[in-house]
């Protein structure tokens, strides 16, 4: 059993009937193993699913340039399709960028990089920085309360609220409203970003996964990756933190981002 664990067959397991430090050895290799099986199927769904992110735009672009050789096309015709273009092309840019903003969130911060900080100012940021696409939609949109300091990194801090904020503001109607609400409860900072929206129709688990897809997941926004919850997941636990999600009673959703404090 040793020698096709080595070989790659992470799924097996050892039997041993001793209570001893060989019991012990080959509970740690057990654990060891079903580990690296983990973690091969979720590299091998990972692939999968980037595949089939890239197979989409792709062949939108190569498709339309195809038939722009076509010499006798109207001009209106080929330039609706170089539109397409352009638009599959932003596309791929976008999911390239949300790639290399997960890979830096997994990295985690170096210590050199943390500092104490305040959040409600980072909040704020946030909020004027998005207030023109929430005029858009006539969302009001503002930040509420006070929260504890933590021991974080702004930039990632700010990008983890980005994409919540960002993410509720695309799932409220024209008029709606969304809130940062900030608080201190049992030694932790509180960050929940809360809506009047159509709520969570998924597991709302299931939202931080990377491509999640479900046509009615917030996870997956108008022209997102899929990728965003699972940036705020990964820069939330680099924190040593924790981030749910949930129905609000009165309605819409509502997404916690809990610190411990300093």
Same mark, same amino acid.
């Given at each position: 059993?040793?020698?096709?664990?080595?070989?790659?067959?992470?799924?097996?397991? !050892?039997?041993?009937?001793?209570? %001893?430090?060989?019991?012990? *050895?080959?509970?740690?290799?057990? %654990?060891?193993?079903?580990?690296?099986?983990?973690?091969?199927?979720?590299?091998?769904?990972?692939?999968?699913? *980037?595949? #089939?992110? *890239?197979?989409?735009? *792709?062949?939108?672009?190569?498709?339309? &340039?195809?038939?722009?050789?076509?010499?006798?096309?109207p001009q209106s015709t080929r330039e609706h399709f170089c539109e397409i273009i352009l638009s599959e092309s932003e596309r791929l840019k976008k999911l390239t960028n949300s790639l290399l903003a997960l890979q830096h969130a997994k990295e985690g911060v170096p210590a050199a990089a943390l500092k104490r900080l305040d959040i409600a100012p980072v909040a704020q940021e946030v909020v004027e920085m998005l207030e023109p696409i929430a005029q858009d939609k006539n969302v009001t949109l503002r930040v509420e309360g006070a929260a504890?300091?933590?021991?974080?990194?702004?930039?990632?801090?700010?990008?983890?609220?980005?994409?919540?904020?960002?993410? &509720?503001?695309? #799932?409220?109607?024209?008029?709606? #409203?969304?809130?940062?609400?900030?608080?201190?409860?049992?030694?932790? &900072?509180?960050?929940?970003?809360?809506?009047?929206?159509?709520?969570?129709?998924?597991?709302?688990?299931?939202?931080?996964?990377?491509?999640?897809?479900?046509?009615?997941?917030?996870?997956?926004?108008?022209?997102?990756?899929? !990728?965003?919850?699972?940036?705020?997941?990964?820069?939330?636990?680099?924190?040593?933190?924790?981030?749910?999600?949930?129905? &609000?009673?009165?309605?819409?959703?509502?997404?916690?981002?809990?610190?411990?404090? !300093?």
């Amino acid at each position: 059993t040793a020698k096709r664990i080595a070989g790659g067959s992470y799924g097996v397991q !050892l039997r041993s009937k001793y209570d %001893d430090e060989i019991g012990d *050895l080959a509970e740690t290799i057990n %654990d060891m193993s079903s580990k690296i099986n983990q973690n091969e199927k979720m590299q091998t769904e990972f692939i999968s699913s *980037l595949s #089939h992110e *890239l197979r989409t735009p *792709l062949t939108a672009i190569s498709g339309n &340039a195809e038939l722009m050789l076509d010499p006798d096309m109207p001009q209106s015709t080929r330039e609706h399709f170089c539109e397409i273009i352009l638009s599959e092309s932003e596309r791929l840019k976008k999911l390239t960028n949300s790639l290399l903003a997960l890979q830096h969130a997994k990295e985690g911060v170096p210590a050199a990089a943390l500092k104490r900080l305040d959040i409600a100012p980072v909040a704020q940021e946030v909020v004027e920085m998005l207030e023109p696409i929430a005029q858009d939609k006539n969302v009001t949109l503002r930040v509420e309360g006070a929260a504890p300091d933590i021991l974080g990194n702004t930039d990632r801090l700010k990008q983890a609220i980005i994409n919540l904020v960002d993410n &509720a503001i695309r #799932h409220v109607e024209e008029g709606g #409203h969304v809130r940062v609400l900030l608080s201190g409860v049992n030694n932790q &900072a509180i960050v929940a970003v809360k809506d009047d929206g159509c709520g969570i129709e998924d597991d709302p688990s299931l939202l931080f996964k990377r491509f999640y897809r479900s046509d009615a997941s917030r996870a997956r926004n108008s022209g997102g990756a899929g !990728l965003g919850l699972a940036i705020v997941k990964e820069i939330v636990e680099s924190f040593d933190g924790t981030v749910t999600a949930f129905n &609000a009673p009165e309605g819409g959703a509502v997404f916690v981002m809990a610190f411990p404090t !300093l």
